[in-house]
Nanobody, 121 residues
Framework: KVQVLESGGGSVQAGRSLKLSCRLSGRSHCWYDMSWYRQGPGKEREFVSLIKDPSGQKTYAESVEGRFTISQGNDKDLVYLEMNTVKPEDTAMYYC??????????????WGQGTQVTVSS
């Protein structure tokens, strides 16, 4: 069974850095695009960043472009979101999503439970 688990959230001062991790387990032969979303207080969940499988192509929301970096470890099941120069408006619950696709694979999304990031000014 495919599962996604985030870690690395916490409290940080504005201007500092924080690195989130996402572990995918139970993968099969399918492809898994890995993405980060966030949901701030009173806001809808929004896209943050994506890394596509197998191309490795990366995409960022305009609000984080140039500050956040998505990457994969040597083990493709581990995905990172490095958050630099954080701002109070980055405060949110951050979710990792694995989007399954490929030959003989069901198109299906798997979400983690989220990790909280709080940025103080």
């Amino acid at each position: 069974k495919v599962q996604v688990l985030e870690s690395g959230g916490g409290s940080v001062q504005a201007g500092r850095s924080l690195k989130l991790s996402c572990r995918l387990s139970g993968r099969s032969h399918c492809w898994y695009d890995m993405s980060w979303y966030r949901q701030g207080p009173g806001k809808e969940r929004e896209f943050v960043s994506l890394i596509k499988d197998p191309s490795g192509q990366k995409t960022y929301a305009e609000s984080v472009e140039g500050r956040f970096t998505i990457s994969q470890g040597n083990d493709k099941d581990l995905v990172y979101l490095e958050m630099n120069t954080v701002k109070p408006e980055d405060t949110a619950m951050y979710y990792c999503k694995a989007s399954q696709s490929g030959i003989l694979c069901d198109d299906e999304d798997f979400w983690g439970q989220g990790t909280q990031v709080t940025v103080s000014s």
